[in-house]
């Protein structure tokens, strides 16, 4: 399978820089840049602006440390340092100074391949996490997912574990029609299989918290014959 993925290597060691990138090739990262001194690597880390950097740290110009701490200086991409200095000061300041791994010369390329990739996941993990917003206000419903917590026009709502798997689902697609079948499914957990009634009891319960009138929802309405829906204008 393919990444599409850039990956700067920074070594002075010709070997090094053409086993890497067979290797990473043949392990589907096909995008692998290379440079031989600091300078390069720096210019090419700009120029690229690569999803992960392995720095080797004694270069023909000067340390790989220092380049770390310019990549760091603007940006939070992994680094992993690749040495022979194996000492464990070496790892500890590797680590210090912004590197998210530290792998010791000689080693396997396929296990740096493995990194690479472990890298990348986590990397990819975070930019979800950080872009992805807790919570979502719509018309005069505030629902905060992280404490789990719902609020109309600045006010609590007390609601029951399934209750809030509703509105949660709800809030999620304002105004589209969700089945009943679509409701259970993603709240219970489980196959429909004819439980009607479940669904409409805990709609019924909701209502009687979201809306001023219950028996004439202004909010959760009936789609007859084909679900609910819940209007909202995004205000």
């Given at each position: ?190 196959d429909f299989f004819g439980f009607d009634n479940t669904v409409m009891v805990h709609v019924r319960r ?30």
């Open positions: 399978m393919s990444l599409n993925k850039k990956v700067l290597i920074v070594d002075d060691e010709e070997d090094i820089l053409r086993l890497l990138k067979t290797v990473f090739i043949k392990e589907g990262i096909e995008n692998v840049y290379t440079a031989a001194t600091a300078a390069d690597g720096f210019s090419q880390f700009q120029e690229i602006e690569p999803d992960i950097v392995i720095l080797d740290i004694m270069l023909p110009d000067g340390e790989g440390y220092e380049v770390c701490k310019k990549i760091r200086s603007i940006s939070n991409v992994p680094i992993l340092f690749l040495s022979a200095k194996a000492e464990e000061i070496d790892k500890i300041l590797g680590l210090a100074i912004g590197g998210d791994d530290y792998i010791t010369k000689p080693f396997s390329p396929k296990e740096v391949a493995y990194r690479i990739k472990a890298q990348l996941r986590r990397a990819d993990y975070q930019q979800v996490e950080e872009k992805a917003d807790p919570i979502i206000k719509i018309g005069p419903f505030e629902l905060d997912e992280q404490r789990v917590e719902l609020r109309k026009n600045g006010e609590m709502i007390e609601l029951k574990p399934k209750e809030l798997g509703l509105i949660t689902l709800f809030l999620k697609h304002p105004n589209q029609i969700i089945s009943k079948e679509n409701l259970y499914d993603k709240v219970w957990g489980e909701l209502r009687e918290k979201i809306e001023e009138e219950p028996s004439n929802p202004k909010y959760l309405i009936t789609v007859k014959g084909l679900g609910y829906k819940l209007v909202v204008k995004d205000e």
